[in-house]
């Protein structure tokens, strides 16, 4: 039986409070929320905490705000909460999408959106989700409050911007009048993906004002893929530009073959997710819903 080593456990009660734990624990401590990230990774001893700062009974990371222009996910927001939101709903659907796809629903009611950030597994769904939307991640620390977009958030696998001592506190997304989707091949429901895609735009008479891309588990650099986005910009909303997009980031990904499958076609299927994924959000802003393209 795995078990994980010794560790001493502390519950905080607000986001000061974390911050003082983290404080006067180091870099010994680990927060834990959901846990089925770090938990698993404790069994097999990849992760020994001295010190683990359960965060679950600080409220102020479980809200989804809404002002005028965006919309404020708490880091303790659950994955069954972001689905079942009917404001996440209306202004984002590729969330949904991304969030019928992601495990199951033992982990869907107790996974969070800030644990699954914080991991940045290379196959992490909301990664390329938050990328393609332009999310910001909201940081805090003793010395205060920073802001880093989600694009620049991950420094590699299992590794983000975050310092010693500082907390995710949440995601903000700005509302934009846009449509957007997210599809995801994996072996079996539930797995993690061998390769995903989401894509939000704007249309403007025929053409794209607006595109954001994001990619996971193909070794796209910090799940984006900015040079299709660059491409699509300006032009109009074709399938053979949409096709020539997904050509554009699959060149600039870099997949690994592992037990999910080879490089060459984890490379294959960054191109036509992409494709896919664009021609869906198109086909929602143009107002066939949820019209599945095949």
């Known amino acids: 039986m795995q078990v994980p080593a010794q560790f001493q456990y502390e519950k905080a009660t607000s986001v000061e409070h974390a911050l003082a734990l983290l404080d006067a624990y180091g870099d010994d401590s680990m927060v834990v929320a959901g846990g089925h990230s770090l938990l698993p990774m404790m069994k097999l001893r990849l992760a020994q905490p001295e010190t683990l700062i359960d965060i679950n009974d600080v409220p ?38 991304a969030e019928r796809v992601i495990a199951d629903p033992a982990v869907r009611n107790r996974g969070t959106v800030g644990g699954s950030l914080c991991q940045a597994d290379p196959s992490e769904d909301l990664a390329a989700v938050f990328v393609a939307l332009d999310g910001v991640a909201l940081i805090r620390g003793l010395d205060g409050d920073r802001v880093v977009p989600v694009r620049q958030f991950f420094t590699g696998p299992y590794s983000t911007v975050l310092d010693e001592g500082e907390l995710l506190v949440g995601v903000r997304v700005p509302i934009r009048s846009s449509a957007s989707a997210y599809l995801k091949v994996e072996r079996r429901s539930g797995d993690w993906a061998v390769a995903s895609a989401g894509a939000a735009l704007r249309l403007d008479d ?87 393209e095949s």
């Open 60 to 97: 102020e990371l479980a809200r989804i705000g809404v002002d005028r222009d965006s919309v404020t996910i708490g880091a303790l927001v659950r994955h069954a909460e972001l689905l079942d939101s009917p404001v996440i709903g209306e202004h984002f659907p590729i969330l949904h999408d």
């Open 206 to 292: 025929g053409h794209i004002a607006w595109v954001g891309l994001g990619l996971t588990a193909v070794g796209a650099p910090s799940f984006g893929a900015p040079e299709a986005e660059e491409y699509l910009l300006g032009g109009p909303a074709t399938d053979d530009r949409f096709e020539e997009a997904g050509t554009i980031a699959a060149e600039h990904c870099s997949p690994v073959a592992d037990q999910r499958g080879p490089a060459d076609y984890k490379r294959h299927l960054a191109a036509t997710l992409t494709t896919r994924v664009l021609r869906k959000a198109a086909g929602r802003w143009r107002g066939h819903g949820n019209h599945e």
